[in-house]
C-alpha cells in the first residue's frame, strides 16, 4: 500500500511569485486535507477536497487555491507569496469523507526570500 | 472557537523515566481525539484515537486516555527512539474532517 507523497520535498520562491505544490493520496483515499505548519507550531487547516470540490477550508486568503483530480492526487496553489507563507506544507488524506484516521505525507518544506 | 492546549511545551526524560504529556480542549462539540507523533522533518505519524471519555488505548509504551476537558499521553519506560514531538488535534465537525491541531509538546528521551 502507497501512503501520502508530496512533491518538491523543498522550494525557494521569493516575495510576490506563485507556487504550486503536488499530492498523491493514499491508494483507495478519495478525501484530502492541506495544512500548513509553521516553525515550532501545530499544522494549521487550510482546506479539504473531497470527490474533486472543495469540502471546507480555514482562515486562509483567496489567494490558497487547490485542485483535486480524478485520480483524487490534489494540488494545491498560493499566488502573491508573503515572507510569513514560509513553512511545511502537509497533505494528508482519507478513506472517505466522513472518516478517521488522517494519514499524512512528509510535507512541501517551502522558503520565501 | 476550537482550541487545543498542549503542556509542557517541552519535556527531557531520562531512559526508563516514566511521565505523562496534557492535552486541554474547548470545543463546541467533540466527535475525536487524535494523538500523532511526529520527527524532525517528517509528517504526523498517527498513533490514536479517541471517542468519548473514559476511553483507553495503548501501542507499546504509550498509553492514551480521554475525560471531557483533557486527554493524556502517557509514557511508560521510555526509549531514546521515543524522541519526537506529540501532536494533539480534535475533529469537531461532521462530514468535514478538519483537525484543529495544538502546538505539540517536544519530548527529548535522554540515556
Known amino acids: 500500500e502507497t501512503g501520502v507523497t508530496q512533491s518538491p520535498t523543498h522550494l525557494i520562491k521569493t516575495r510576490g511569485q506563485q507556487v504550486t505544490l503536488r499530492c498523491s493520496s493514499q491508494?483507495?483515499?478519495?478525501?484530502v486535507s492541506w495544512y500548513q505548519q509553521a516553525l515550532g507550531q501545530g499544522p494549521q487547516f487550510i482546506f479539504q477536497?473531497?470527490?474533486?470540490?472543495?469540502?471546507g477550508r480555514g482562515n486562509f486568503p483567496p489567494r490558497f487555491s487547490g485542485l483535486q483530480f480524478p485520480n483524487y492526487s490534489s494540488e494545491l496553489n498560493v499566488n502573491a507569496l508573503e515572507l510569513d507563507d514560509s513553512a511545511l506544507y502537509l497533505c494528508?488524506?482519507?478513506?472517505?469523507?466522513?472518516?478517521?484516521?488522517?494519514?499524512f505525507g512528509d510535507g512541501t518544506r517551502l522558503s520565501i526570500l | 472557537e476550537d482550541q487545543v492546549t498542549q503542556s509542557p511545551e517541552a519535556l527531557r526524560l531520562q531512559e526508563g523515566e516514566s511521565s505523562s504529556l496534557n492535552c486541554s480542549y474547548t470545543?463546541?462539540?467533540?466527535?475525536?481525539l487524535f494523538w500523532y507523533r511526529q520527527d524532525p522533518g517528517k509528517g504526523p505519524e498517527f498513533l490514536f484515537t479517541?471517542?468519548?471519555a473514559g476511553e483507553e488505548k495503548e501501542k507499546e509504551r504509550l498509553k492514551a486516555t480521554l475525560t471531557k476537558k483533557e486527554s493524556f499521553l502517557h509514557i511508560t519506560a521510555p526509549k531514546p527512539e521515543d524522541s519526537a514531538t506529540y501532536l494533539c488535534?480534535?475533529?469537531?465537525?461532521?462530514?468535514?474532517?478538519?483537525?484543529?491541531f495544538g502546538t505539540g509538546t517536544r519530548l527529548t528521551i535522554i540515556p
Open positions: 494528508a488524506s482519507s478513506p472517505d469523507r466522513g472518516s478517521q484516521p488522517q494519514h
Open positions: 491508494s483507495g483515499h478519495n478525501t
Open positions: 477536497y473531497y470527490r474533486e470540490e472543495e469540502n
Open positions: 470545543v463546541s462539540g467533540l466527535r475525536g
Open positions: 479517541l471517542y468519548s
Open positions: 488535534a480534535v475533529q469537531t465537525n461532521f462530514g468535514n474532517e478538519k483537525l484543529t
